[in-house]
């Protein structure tokens, strides 16, 4: 869900809008900031406009699965209490991007990515009808990236990475 706010500044209240911004980051909201201590992504546009400041800011929060379906029982509703595909695909997507990113930036990658995508792939090879004949090698894979984030080779790591982006890549073209 996206809260959103427009507002039209003079150059001297810029700094004044800035710091509120960072204090609704920071703790709570700030009147007349949506709440972004929750955010997910924080789109900020300033445009010159003639002498004023078209300020825009959106902000979107992280949904939690239950309010996808607006229902608390979600694990009930779904077979063995699977999360939506859809979803769980954007959720591996995310944590994958920023493995990847890091590795080929010589970087380690944050350990909440690394356990989320360990997480869900081992979630991923739970549904039927997609991919099933890889499910065996990507269980494989995934215990290899799990054994190297766990050992600290990050040589190993990378490696494994490089060789689950080759099997999705695989799988994508083959069940998508």
């Known amino acids: 869900m996206a809260k959103k706010y427009t507002q039209t500044l003079s150059r001297d209240d810029l700094p004044t809008f800035l710091r509120k911004l960072a204090d609704a980051c920071e703790s709570a909201p700030v009147e007349g900031i949506p709440d972004c201590t929750k955010a997910k992504k924080i789109r900020l546009s300033i445009k010159d406009e003639y002498g004023q400041l078209a300020v825009k800011l959106k902000v979107s929060t992280i949904i939690d699965e239950c309010e996808l379906c607006e229902e608390c029982d979600c694990v009930e509703k779904r077979p063995e209490g699977l999360p939506p595909f859809k979803r769980l695909k954007k959720r591996m997507a995310t944590s994958f991007k920023v493995i990847f990113k890091a590795l080929h930036q010589n970087t380690a990658p944050p350990e ?48 494994t990475v490089d060789a689950l982006n080759h099997m999705k890549t695989e799988c994508h073209h083959n069940y998508k």
């Open 112 to 159: 909440e990515a690394v356990k989320d995508f360990i997480a869900d792939s081992r979630l991923m090879i739970q549904y039927p009808d997609k991919g099933e004949l890889l499910y065996t090698d990507y269980a494989a894979l995934t215990d290899k990236l799990e054994e190297a984030w766990l050992n600290n080779d990050l040589q190993k790591f990378h490696e």
